[in-house]
Every structure is written in C-alpha cells, then in structure tokens.
C-alpha cells in the first residue's frame, strides 16, 4: 500500500524512498525461487520507478512507457502482460505462487500514476 494511494491522501511521492521500496521488493523475490512471477513484478515495478539518469526529478520515459505498453499487451505470451505477471502459468500446482497478491505492489503504483492532486483518479488517464 506504501506505493499508492490510501483515504484520499497521495502515496508516497518521493522518487528515492520508492526505489528503495521496490529494491526491497526485488531483494524479496529473489529468494523466492519456486515461482518467478514476483521477480518479473520487480522488474516491471523498477521500469515504472526508474528515474532519467541526467534529469533526477523526471521519471525515465523509455523504460516506463514500454512496461506500460506490455503491462496492457492482450497476448497472454507477452512477458510483461498482467495475466503473465500474475503467475498462473509459470507457478507449479500446489506450490507457494503468490498468485494476483504478487500483483499488488504494481496495481498500488499504477495507482500513484493516476492518482490526481484534487484525490480523484485522473479523468485524462482513460
């Protein structure tokens, strides 16, 4: 919950304080090593957080809007598809998959992306 928003106040703002989130979030799924749907989450949340290496208070467009792009990919096969990130065909049977939980800290930071300073969800998103 701490990348997005919560009771109509703003998630956590700070570009650094949110890469630090997420690089505790990739440090948890690397030692997940039953299912890889977490460390793809990671990987699709780093790309979503990354900041431009010469413009520090701008986010870094080239990796954001291809995650974006994939996140919204219809095929199934797509690595970065929502259906793919979620686990259920690269998880075994009976195993610990976290299934659509391991979704949660990518749904709550595409949130911030659309959350608005008046606490509505951006109108212009859709």
């Given amino acids: 919950k701490l990348l997005g928003p919560n009771?109509?106040?703003?998630?956590?703002?700070?570009?650094?304080?949110?890469?630090?989130?997420?690089?505790?979030?990739s440090a948890i799924a690397s030692g997940d090593a039953d299912c890889p749907s977490l460390k793809n989450v990671a990987g699709s949340l780093e790309c979503l957080c990354a900041t431009h290496p010469k413009h520090?208070?701008?986010?870094?467009?080239?990796?954001?809007?291809?995650?974006?792009?994939?996140?919204?990919?219809?095929?199934a096969d797509?690595?970065?598809?929502?259906?793919?990130?979620?686990?259920?065909?690269?998880?075994?049977?009976?195993?610990?998959?976290?299934g659509l939980k391991s979704l949660m800290p990518l749904m709550y930071s595409c949130f911030q992306m659309l959350y608005d300073s008046d606490g509505v969800v951006s109108r212009g998103a859709f």
């Fill in 56 to 75: 520090i208070e701008e986010y870094d467009f080239d990796r954001l809007l291809p995650a974006l792009n994939q996140l919204g990919s219809e095929e």
């Fill in 7 to 25: 009771k109509s106040q703003p998630g956590i703002s700070n570009r650094e304080v949110r890469r630090d989130i997420v690089s505790v979030i």
């Fill in 78 to 98: 797509v690595d970065g598809s929502w259906l793919n990130l979620s686990g259920f065909r690269s998880c075994p049977p009976g195993g610990n998959g976290l």
